[in-house]
């Protein structure tokens, strides 16, 4: 059982940046692939990013390629979400989640764990 806690969220202006954690307990970090997550009001949850076990791999939903960056501290039981050139539409709230059997992960049922989210909210 892998527990996760999200941190960093925050309010920001348009063009800001931000970074957020997910810290990971009570398994075997190192192998489990992680993503982000983002859930607006009204709005299913969506994909963000993606990292192998290892972090040789990365993968990024088209809206937030060459903004965001994930990458992860297998040392720390940490996964991070560097955030730059925020914009409103990224609002919502962020979760990270752990699995550990597809290639690439993009579908929230393809992921076992959840923390329990952070909001994020990009103002104009």
């Known amino acids: 059982q892998v527990q996760l806690v999200e941190s960093g969220g925050g309010l920001v202006q348009a063009g800001g ?19 982000w997550f983002r859930q607006a009001p009204g709005k299913e949850r969506e994909f963000v990013a993606y990292v192998s076990w290892r972090g040789g791999s ?6 937030v390629k060459g903004r965001f960056t994930i990458s992860r501290d297998n040392a720390k039981n940490t996964v ?5 050139s925020l914009k409103p539409g990224d609002t919502a709230v962020y979760y990270c ?3 550990s059997t597809s290639p690439i992960a993009v579908s ?4 076992d764990y959840w923390g329990q989210g952070t909001q994020v909210t990009v103002s104009s």
Do not use: D, R, V
Not at 18 to 31: D, Q, Y
Not at 80 to 84: G, S, V
Not at 108 to 111: D, I, N, T, V
């Open 97 to 99: 989640a752990a699995e």
């Open 108 to 111: 929230p049922q393809e992921y």
């Open 80 to 84: 991070y979400l560097q955030m730059n």
């Open 58 to 63: 990365t993968y990024y939903a088209h809206s």
């Open 17 to 35: 940046s931000l970074t957020l954690s997910c810290a990971a307990s009570g398994g075997a970090f190192s192998s489990y692939a992680m993503g």
